[in-house]
Nanobody, 124 residues
Framework: QVQLVESGGGLVQPGGSLRLSCAASGRTFTNNVLGWFRQAAGKEREFVAAITWSGTTVYVDSVKGRFTISRDNAKNTIYLQMNSLKPEDTAVYYC??????????????????WGQGTQVPVSS
């Protein structure tokens, strides 16, 4: 059974940092595009960042320069380093795996497997 499990969420003050992890099990995702989405209360889930098997990354404009996505294929794990966090980053963060290997796609339907989500409240 394929599982994606996020961890690392929690309350953080504005300006602070967090690193989210997403560990995959049940199959290897070495050749898949892997991504992070987030959903704030009352809003639709939105694309945050994604990374191809070769390490090419794509970010939504609102997090560029603050968030960094990375992957460790040996551990079947991806990460989202979040710096300079803002209250508007508050959301439940989800990791997901795309069906394809090369092209980064920003819409939910492209992603086949999803984690359960981890909450990131940014508040003083």
């Amino acid at each position: 059974q394929v599982q994606l499990v996020e961890s690392g969420g929690g309350l953080v003050q504005p300006g602070g940092s967090l690193r989210l992890s997403c560990a995959a099990s049940g199959r290897t995702f070495t050749n898949n595009v892997l991504g992070w989405f987030r959903q704030a209360a009352g809003k639709e889930r939105e694309f945050v960042a994604a990374i191809t098997w070769s390490g090419t990354t794509v970010y939504v404009d609102s997090v560029k320069g603050r968030f960094t996505i990375s992957r460790d294929n040996a551990k079947n794990t991806i990460y989202l380093q979040m710096n300079s966090l803002k209250p508007e980053d508050t959301a439940v963060y989800y990791c997901a795996s795309d069906k394809n290997q090369v092209i980064v796609r920003r819409y939910e339907a492209a992603y086949e497997f999803w984690g359960q989500g981890t909450q990131v409240p940014v508040s003083s």
